[in-house]
């Protein structure tokens, strides 16, 4: 999967997750960026990227995902470990 | 982790969602919700399903309108962890079971606050339920890891204290349901296998004090939510609790999980307000047995020892006959003859006999039309009926012919029946009396009273032939638990249909200015059990020394008896000894009680103007009790 493919996918889950497919991300946005990306959704986020790729996320990287542009990356080195 | 297995797979559930969405009417919006609830879904479409139906929601919440098929359900969550994620898939598996739920969450941590203060917020919530979600990390029993079996006891007694004086609190407070959540163990083993051994380990202690809540709450009369059971059998998969959302959010259950956690409080929710199913209807040929009897024989059928389908077909049936003994009623629903279906009773295997069978219906009709017939022979709605049947298309069918009837998807394997059927949770009880032990039997004794009808000349002679004695006593400890099971479920014979939890009745019935009435029926073929209830009060609208017939209500099983003469008698004769110079009767109509429309004119009511008030299709109706009323039964009275 291209970074680009992985981009589309978290996409995918953030449309899932917040309800709303005009959501486009790009990989510098962060939660201030995104209405509702509170604590709550956070993990909502989390959760469903997990679902989603089949992966899980250790704790110590749960606090990177607050930036898309390391969701991302960090969802394809996953991916790139299988 | 695949949940909610019961449910019928939608072919893209996200995409009817999106479709949905883009209705403009809150209601309509909330009817997709509803119908959409019904198929199998993770968290996210929960989530989104929550969305599509929380305007509508929130209006019949408010009051601004109803939606006559949900039914409003307040529930107060009182928790020691997270639990907001949790609120949408309450809400979603409410819908699900025609529940509308508005959801309180406490503030984090704050259950003893909210019981134990005067919470005006809570207050104005008016809960139905309270659920204490609690927790192992919460108040931690302080012992050494050495402290000896009394010493452990001597806590966990402590803590049960604490916990009853809380339930106590919720019922006096708010009049509510409480609804305990067992202790899910959190930490893993410190001694391996030994761990249960030894009193104060981490395990042994959970397992000791959910142990205690469990008999509390069954003195108490609050009702569990045992998730400490349901996830020590396997029902949450690997994990209920994930360590790395405690971590993260302290969030005792996994979001994964949530639609399985609303689905099994919603249960509870329904049950506490009489809604679950009452009737299992069974399909015959690979549903009961391996084969199909026309074509096989009786003898050729696979049921029984020897063969291991043989034995799983076995064992279906045998989960189905110990249904019926707690007071399920079964049926049958098969494309068969009559004669090969029931001859198939007579294999010397069957777990099920044929007297079993409440309404037995085999022919070659379609299913969801026999199925409609099944619930008028047995005087239950069809959202009443759970339907089994191997074959999908059937199901299918049945689904969309009947969208109230509940169609279990079925695993491949007939091993794995009793288990997805009880995974459904259609039968979830909130009491078990003796009289459901014998509902079976009653039904076959009303079999046998309808034969002994035909015979008899006329409807005198059989009346006086029944040797009908009718007990009434006022709703006391003994009566508390069936009288509200009534009060819940019943909805033909029912004059205002008001539900009303165990505390509530209590709280009605132990007022002294109130009539209340359990009321027993035997004959010459069985006892009938408690058969009726009767609440009366005193109410504002009215004169003081009128009484307000609140509510009255009959199981079916025992009409065109004249039991509600009888039990008028009665009343007559108490609300004259306390005082009393007339009652007033409430007729509220519904979609399912026209049957009592003319209730109160027979009994010699006359209708008389409704106060100011009141909604405009209930009726009230008079009966002065300074003359006398003649009464005309064939019933033996002892009150």
Known sequence: MTEADVLKELTAVFHDVFDDDSIVLSPEMTANDIDGWDSQTHVMLTVAAEQRFGIKFRTAELESLRNVGHFAEVISKKLEAR | MDQLLWLAQHPDLGAALSEAKRESDAIARLGMATRLAGYRRDFTHTTRLDRLASEGLGAIARGDCTAPELQPMRIALLSSHTVDHLVPSIRVAGLQRRLACSVYVAPYGMYRQALLMEDAELARFAPQLIVLALDARDAPLQLPLEASQAEVDAAISERIDELRLLWRRARERYAAQVVQQTIVPADPPLFGSFEALVPAAPFALIERLNAAIREA?????????????????????????????????????????????????????????????????????????????????????????????????????????????????????????????????????????????????????????????????????????????????????????????????????????????????????????????????????????????????DMEGYLRGLEMVLTATPIGSAELARSTQLINKTNQFNLTTRRYSEAEVERIASDPRSVTLAIRLTDKFGDNGLISVLMARPDEAFPEDELLIDSWLMSCRVLGRQVEEAVLDVLASTAIQAGYKALIGEYRPTERNGMVAEHFARLGFTQRPAPADASSETTFWRLDLTHDTPSRHFIEVKA
């Open chain 2, 217 to 457: 709450a069954r003195d108490d009369g609050v009702l569990l939510l045992d998730l400490a059971w349901e996830a020590a059998r396997g029902s949450y998969g690997d994990g209920l609790a994930e360590p790395v959302r405690w971590h993260q959010a302290k969030q005792l259950v996994s979001p994964n999980l949530a639609p399985l956690y609303g689905e099994q409080l919603a249960r509870i929710a329904a049950a506490s307000v009489g809604m679950s199913r009452k009737c299992l209807v069974l399909d015959l040929d690979n549903t009961l047995w391996g084969g199909v009897v026309g074509d096989d024989g009786v003898d050729g059928i696979k049921l029984g020892q020897g063969s291991p389908c043989g034995e799983a077909f076995l064992a279906f049936q045998r989960y189905a006959a110990l249904l019926a003994r707690r007071g399920i009623i079964l049926a049958v629903c098969s494309k068969n003859d009559l004669s090969v279906a029931e001859a198939a009773f007579k294999h010397p295997e069957m777990a099920l006999k044929r007297s079993d069978i409440a309404a037995f219906v085999a022919n070659w009709e379609d299913k969801a039309g026999n199925l409609r017939r099944i619930a008028s022979m047995l005087d239950i709605g069809l959202d009443s009926l759970v339907f089994v049947d191997d074959n999908p298309a059937e199901r299918d069918i049945v689904r969309r012919e009947l969208p109230e009837v509940a169609v279990p998807e079925l695993p491949d394997d007939v091993a794995d029946y009793p288990a997805r059927v009880a995974a459904a949770g259609y039968f979830e009880a909130v009491s078990f009396t003796p009289d459901d032990a014998t509902r079976g039997r009653n039904y076959a004794l009303n079999a046998e009273r309808k034969a002994a009808m035909s015979h008899a000349t």
